[in-house]
T-cell receptor, first 111, second 114 residues
Framework: SQTIHQWPATLVQPVGSPLSLECTVE??????LYWYRQAAGRGLQLLFY??????ISSEVPQNLSASRPQDRQFILSSKKLLLSDSGFYLC??????????FGSGTRLTVV | AQSVTQLGSHVSVSEGALVLLRCNYS??????LFWYVQYPNQGLQLLLK??????LVKGINGFEAEFKKSETSFHLTKPSAHMSDAAEYFC????????????FGQGTTLQVKP
């Protein structure tokens, strides 16, 4: 069966520090991969999606970047965090139109 | 462009009462529609999905939703609320295309009172 792993679960980082969040999927090949951010009271905002290795599409301009070095690995990064980067980050995968499977999320607090 | 509107950011019901969470969508093509539930500090769990088959869709935990094309709605219902239903609920639409991107509504927080 397919599983998705996302870590760490919580993270507190100072302003200006780098960020790396990792997501891996097991039990499937060539999934579509996504990074969402959920800010308090603002719903889910799609940040990046990828349809294959090295293929990244950015949905909104921001201080973050994403990479897909392997088929089932998706990484969210920042060189210098801002206070506004705080939020709940969710990784997800899908195949076709059959919905998403979400990771358990990372609570990022930038202080 | 596709969009989703969830009417009511907070809904409060008594235990045993009907749950009705409203969702309206905008889509220029036949949509795929989804309802997800999120418990605090957790990921999203799929409740049910509409993919152009039966208009009344049954999901997990006793929830169901009806696709009404004429009203562009996909409201979520449950006949009798349980305390464990307290969570945040998201409606989402998938536009056509093979990237499978989901566009989410702003979410509705369901409170269940004893």
């Amino acid at each position: 069966s397919q599983t998705i792993h996302q870590w760490p679960a919580t993270l507190v980082q100072p302003v200006g520090s780098p960020l790396s969040l990792e997501c891996t999927v097991e039990g499937t090949s060539n999934p579509n991969l996504y990074w969402y951010r959920q800010a308090a009271g603002r719903g889910l905002q799609l940040l990046f999606y990828s349809v294959g290795i090295g293929q990244i599409s950015s949905e909104v301009p921001q201080n973050l970047s994403a990479s897909r070095p392997q088929d089932r690995q998706f990484i969210l990064s920042s060189k210098k965090l801002l206070l506004s980067d705080s939020g709940f980050y969710l990784c997800a995968w899908s195949q076709g139109h059959y919905g998403y499977t979400f990771g358990s999320g990372t609570r990022l607090t930038v202080v | 462009a596709q969009s989703v509107t969830q009417l009511g950011s907070h809904v409060s019901v008594s235990e045993g009462a009907l749950v009705l969470l409203r969702c309206n969508y905008s889509s220029s093509v036949p949509p795929y529609l989804f309802w997800y539930v999120q418990y605090p500090n957790q990921g999203l769990q799929l409740l049910l999905k509409y993919t152009s088959a039966a208009t009344l869709v049954k999901g997990i935990n006793g929830f169901e939703a009806e696709f009404k094309k004429s009203e562009t709605s996909f409201h979520l219902t449950k006949p009798s609320a349980h305390m464990s239903d307290a969570a945040e609920y998201f409606c989402a639409v998938s536009p056509s295309g093979n990237t499978g991107k989901l566009i989410f509504g702003q979410g509705t927080t369901l409170q269940v009172k004893p």
